[in-house]
């Protein structure tokens, strides 16, 4: 890999860490906060596959994850996150 190409990758994943951080009510970065922590926790494709091309174990980010108090939500937080769960859960239904 091109170091140029392992900077940037380490970037998208100090950017996701940094997102699923966040402690504010702004709810677009509420919205990032929130897919943030599910493509680290969930194990998605590209997260594993970042991972993989910087040669760290997906696990070593998501154990971070855990232990950061900020990444769970705030009691200000859970409408907003309630609110976008609900506009994932319609646009899953209807097919968008």
Do not use: H
């Amino acid at each position: 890999m091109i170091k140029g190409e392992q900077g940037f990758i380490t970037a998208i994943l100090t950017q996701a860490v940094e997102d699923a951080r966040y402690t504010g009510l702004n709810k677009y970065m509420i919205k990032q906060k929130y897919e943030s922590i599910n493509w680290i926790m969930n194990n998605d494709p590209q997260f594993n596959y970042y991972c993989k091309l910087i040669n760290i174990e997906p696990s070593y980010i998501q154990n971070k994850i855990k232990r950061y108090s900020e990444v769970k939500f705030t009691k200000e937080q859970k409408p907003i996150v309630q609110m976008i769960e609900r506009k994932n859960n319609e646009s899953r239904r209807i097919g968008i």
